[in-house]
């Protein structure tokens, strides 16, 4: 019989709604059960497409017997991470500061007010590798319950109070200056792996902020060493078995150096991010690489994660069937000789098997291969690979499908927006332009209610309970902003602008300018979540700082350029030290150096001239530009505002630290203006 998450629209805790375990979704009702039975409250974090969540839910949570123990000792209680990013973030802070490291599944045991006092990620069903069993946990756990309940509760407060000490206030330190930026840049040298691109070791996660940073303040400065990490990075990744070479798109990470064998779960934020990145490369250096990835990558999104509402679902797992009934990692992406052979023949089979690097030994589990690139291009047959691409990714989609989280998440759905629009616009693809609205169009009608406050998540058209935290407002907004420069339509700024102006309300300090996770209304927990550093995304501290920036100079918003400079101290304290950490907060930083430069286009809409200057805005390397385009007498945009065409021409206007450029008509004049 269902539990109580039979109710949910989380995917995650839907597929979690037959186990025998008496779950409770996070609720105040779970923890007043807490308290009137006198139960401590397990709490089991996890997210759909995550692999070791999968097994853990199948070894324990749907045994019997293991169920039985539970529900007699335990109030359990199941939380989506990608629902509920607060609830998580502040039990992953108190897992870390325990144990050292963190992960998911995530398991807690909380007291009835919601203190944790015991910690620990995946346990196994049977004690191993120095592990206790998860039974032993819940044993060990329900007897100093019983037998130590003062211990525990002391235990219990003294993490509360060690966690309310780490509050952090950058936000009134300077911004950061040439020399922090330059640190940064040094810092990540140092960390580069120039042999196989990226930085640090094993696993390798794609590092899209950092190289976003990188080609920002190449465009800033000229640093050849900048582009040089950023492009190799690309390539390295692009050619690497995280890249899907049949499809499209990018796993979560790779498990080794290389980039050989990924983690296979797809998310919508990696590939979000680093569609727009390669689409930032190939503006900065025409790579065809770059074009090409970025457009596989967009297409990949609009193919296997667009929903019937038109946003973007959160995932693909990283498990499918292989086949034999067994749900098996990596099963529907990875090839051995045999079945190359089986589908193309034995001689495309050879060239299929030396071009993506499938062996005998196999490059992943049993023999198979994850598909790869050669690292440098040889001599080929063009047409004859791309036929052998064809059909073999027509003989994939004969394979079971991984399962999807179709969960909408707005902050990954802004991620989306922006770049598909930015995609769409440099390469001439007005149908990627038209998803990127459709994700817009959604996010504002069912996500943003009549106080223009979000909501986190929406599923078949339904709109989740969470309240939106400081990412969603963040991301939306940025992709708010790429649409109004990309469409010149005034009504998404206008979005932009209200979601800001709770960002200032209800996330700001007022007294330190320093940013939270949750609105100052949200729901109290043990401690208010506050992260500035960047991780799998954008933190919603930095994320906001380059919405707050990109909206004051689109408007001249001066509370807003103010608060994006409060944000960014802590860019100035972090940077130097951690850069890899705050890839975005040092890309927003670049922007803010720059400028960041603002464009307004006016001609009439239709006219060619209009139409390129515009592009050649929009293709702008300057770091952060924004771009406004109208007609003469538009009153859609500020930054269009008594702006008036040259002799009767299309016209651009190019202004920075409230001054400005003589207006150009000449194309060429423009592009060299904004360092194109």
């Known amino acids: 019989m269902p539990n109580r998450l039979a109710h949910e629209t989380s995917p995650y805790l839907l597929q979690h709604a037959d186990n025998p375990v008496d779950w409770w979704p996070w609720s105040a009702e779970a923890f007043e059960e807490a308290r009137k039975s006198g139960k401590p409250v397990l709490l089991s974090v996890g997210y759909s497409s995550c692999h070791w969540c999968h097994v853990m839910a199948h070894e324990s949570f749907e045994d019997q017997e293991t169920a039985d123990y539970l529900n007699a000792h335990f109030v359990s209680v199941k939380v989506d991470r990608e629902e509920r990013p607060d609830v998580d973030a502040v039990y992953m802070e108190a897992v870390q500061a325990a144990t050292g490291q963190g992960g998911w599944p995530m398991t807690v045991f909380l007291t009835p007010d919601a203190e944790p006092f015991y910690f620990g990620t995946y346990f196994p069903p049977a004690p191993r590798h120095g592990s206790p069993s998860f039974r032993q946990v819940l044993e060990g756990v329900h007897s100093a319950w019983t037998d130590r309940r003062d211990e525990v509760a002391e235990v219990a407060e003294k993490i509360v109070r060690d966690l309310a000490g780490r509050e952090i206030a950058f936000g009134d330190t300077q911004v950061p200056g040439e020399e922090d930026l330059a640190g940064a840049l040094l810092g990540l040298t140092r960390d580069y792996d120039s042999s196989r691109g990226g930085f640090g070791g094993a696993p390798k996660f794609p590092p899209s902020m950092a190289i976003e940073f990188l080609l920002r303040h190449h465009a800033r400065t000229g640093s050849e060493g900048a582009l040089q990490m950023a492009a190799d990075t690309c390539e390295r990744m692009a050619r690497g078995g995280i890249y899907d070479q049949l499809g499209g798109g990018f796993a979560r990470y790779s498990v080794d150096r290389e980039w050989v064998v990924p983690h296979f779960e797809k998310m919508l934020y990696d590939n979000a991010l680093l569609c727009r990145v390669y689409a930032h490369l190939w503006r900065s250096t025409g790579s065809d690489l770059a074009r090409r990835v970025a457009l596989e990558t967009a297409d990949f999104m609009v193919r296997e994660l667009r929903t019937n509402e038109g946003g973007f679902a959160s995932a693909l797992d990283a498990d499918s069937d292989d086949g034999s009934g067994r749900h098996v990692e990596g099963a529907y992406y990875v090839w051995t000789p045999a079945q190359l052979v089986e589908v193309l023949g034995e001689q495309d089979a050879e060239l299929a098997a030396d071009h993506f690097g499938v062996t005998e030994e196999g490059t992943f589990e049993e023999g198979a291969s994850v598909l790869q690139l050669p690292q440098s291009e040889g001599v080929f047959d063009a047409e004859r690979i791309a036929s052998i691409r064809t059909r073999l990714l027509e003989a994939r989609g004969e394979r079971p499908a991984p399962g999807r989280d179709d969960k909408v998440v707005a902050a990954w759905n802004g991620l989306a927006v922006a770049a598909l629009a930015e995609t769409g616009a440099y390469f001439d693809r007005p149908d990627l332009i038209e998803a990127a609205l459709s994700a817009a169009d959604l996010l504002v009608r069912l996500h943003l209610d009549e106080h223009a406050r979000l909501a986190r998540t929406s599923k078949d058209g339904r709109v ?47 007294e330190s300018g320093t940013l939270y996770d949750t609105a100052a209304d949200a729901e109290k927990l043990i401690r208010r ?32 350029r103010a608060a994006a400079e409060r944000a960014l101290g802590v860019v100035k304290a972090l940077g130097p030290r951690a850069p890899r950490f705050i890839g975005w907060g040092l890309a927003t930083a670049e922007a803010l150096l720059d400028g960041p430069r603002e464009v307004a286009v006016v001609g ?48 651009a206007y190019v202004c920075r630290n409230f001054t400005c450029d003589a207006p150009t008509t000449d194309v060429d004049r423009l592009r060299e203006a904004l360092g194109r």
């Not at 339509?489 to 007022?510: C, N, P, S």
């Not at 991780?535 to 700082?545: D, F, H, L, V």
């Not at 060619?608 to 050649?616: C, D, F, N």
């Open 464 to 510: 989740g309970a969470n309240a939106g935290v400081l990412e969603d407002y963040a991301d939306v907004s940025e992709g708010f902003l790429a649409l109004a420069s990309v469409t010149g339509e005034g009504v998404w700024l206008e979005f932009a602008g209200f979601l800001l102006d709770h960002v200032l309300v209800q996330f700001t300090d007022e």
């Open 529 to 560: 979540p506050q992260d500035p550093t960047d991780n799998a995304t954008p933190s919603g501290w930095s994320a906001a700082a380059g919405a707050l920036l990109s909206y004051a100079a689109q408007t001249g918003a001066e509370p807003h």
């Open 604 to 651: 009439p809409v239709d006219d060619p001239a209009t139409k390129e200057l515009h592009r050649a805005a929009l293709l702008a390397t300057a770091p952060g530009v924004v771009v406004a385009v109208g007609a003469p007498d538009s009153d859609e945009l500020p930054l269009l505002a008594e702006r008036l065409l040259v002799s009767g021409e299309p016209t």
